[in-house]
Every structure is written in C-alpha cells, then in structure tokens.
Nanobody, 117 residues
Framework: QVQLVESGGGLVQPGGSLRLSCAAS????????MYWVRQAPGKGLEWVSG????????YYGDSAKGRFTISRDNAKNTLYLQMNSLKSEDTAVYYC??????????WGQGTLVTVSS
C-alpha cells in the first residue's frame, strides 16, 4: 500500500536550517506530483510547495518563497524540503502528500518542526 514517511524535523533556532525528507513506497513515485503541506499549532492546513513528477515544475506558497527549496530524487523515491532562514512562524507539523486526480490522496504521518530560541 501507499506509504509516506517524513523525517528530519526537530528543534532549530530562528535563522537556522533543516532538511525534511519523505520516503515513498507502494506506488510509482516518479509518475506523481508531490507536495509539502504544514499545520501550525491551532491552525489549518497550509500548502507549502509542490513539485512535478520529473521535478521540472515547482511551485511555492508565499510563506516558502525565497527560503524553502523542494526537490525529489526519483531513483531513491524520496521527496525533500530544504528550509533556510527559519522563523518562529514556521513552527508546524510538516506533511508530505501525493496527488492523484487533483486531490491529495495520500499523506504521511508528519514531522514536527519547532523554531525557537
């Protein structure tokens, strides 16, 4: 079955960096768009970034532009999110998700990122 497992979260100081990973299995990874979505404490889901199946098309939400970089390694079935210049407002659970027919139909369990001094 489809499985998405995020890792790389943790506690980081403001201005610091983290790289999140999402290991995918159970489907043909290199044929699907993939996304990062986050949920801050007490708030709703926020779309962070998306990347096409081959990696040639990339989109970012306003909060991620200029600071975050999405990438994928289709040989390793892995999605990444490099996060730089982190701010306290980036504190959230970060999920990777797979798209199918215009909807995110599979999600990982999430990884918590806490930005605090």
């Amino acid at each position: 079955q489809v499985q998405l497992v995020e890792s790389g979260g943790g506690l980081v100081q403001p201005g610091g960096s983290l790289r999140l990973s999402c290991a995918a299995s159970g489907f043909t990874f290199n044929t699907y768009w993939m996304y990062w979505v986050r949920q801050a404490p007490g708030k709703g889901l926020e779309w962070v970034s998306g990347i096409s199946s081959g990696g040639s098309s990339i989109y970012y939400g306003d909060s991620a532009k200029g600071r975050f970089t999405i990438s994928r390694d289709n040989a390793k079935n892995t999605l990444y999110l490099q996060m730089n210049s982190l701010k306290s407002e980036d504190t959230a659970v970060y999920y990777c998700a797979k798209e199918f027919a215009g909807a995110l139909n599979a999600w990982g369990q999430g990884t918590l990122v806490t930005v605090s001094s």
